[in-house]
């Protein structure tokens, strides 16, 4: 995968360990999605969270990628291709930059994202969003993701399955 065409106006570079100490200071600021976590956000979680896989998956089908504007770190994503099925991609995290929100970048990102993967003939995206949680259901139903119907329970938090058809 061509990291750099998901996005036709930033620039687009996987992540790593010289990057933590960036996406810390992004996910810091983001205090409505730590409300529906039980995890600290710390730089080793956030370390652990960049190499972690979902059961069945391989490490060269996993990114995390963070979007630059202007050389300042937009947004961060973690998605995984193939899984849970063949030609889905799983999105585990979105996040935006705090002073960025509100401006349309996120949904921009979110569309040439899209568009990228159905060009790699990917068929559909899904993602988990925490119920209750407004701000990122509203987001993503902006974003033309729609719940499936189903839930998942992890602990004391319930998840809402959500999907985008490419």
Not at 6 to 31: A, P
Not at 90 to 111: A, D, S
Not at 134 to 140: V, Y
Request: net charge negative.
């Amino acid at each position: 995968m061509e990291i750099e065409k998901l996005s036709s106006r930033l620039e687009v570079r996987c992540l790593g360990d010289e990057d933590i100490e960036k996406i810390y200071d992004l996910c810091r600021e983001n205090n409505i999605f730590y409300q529906y976590h039980l995890s600290e956000l710390t730089r080793e979680s956030i370390k652990e969270d960049m190499e972690e896989l979902p059961p069945g998956t391989d490490k060269k089908d996993k990114y995390y990628v963070g979007f630059f504007k202007d050389e300042v770190l937009a947004a961060i994503m973690d998605f995984v291709l193939d899984y849970p099925r063949e030609k889905t991609v799983f999105i585990g995290l979105f996040m935006m930059n705090r002073m960025l929100q509100g401006k349309g970048i996120g949904t921009e990102i979110i569309g040439d994202f899209s568009h990228a993967l159905s060009e790699l003939g990917m068929k559909k995206i899904r993602l988990a969003v925490d119920k209750g949680n407004m701000q990122s259901f509203s987001f993503w139903s902006k974003n033309y993701f729609e719940k499936t119907g189903e839930e998942v329970t992890s602990g004391i938090f319930s998840y809402i399955l959500m999907e985008r058809i490419l």
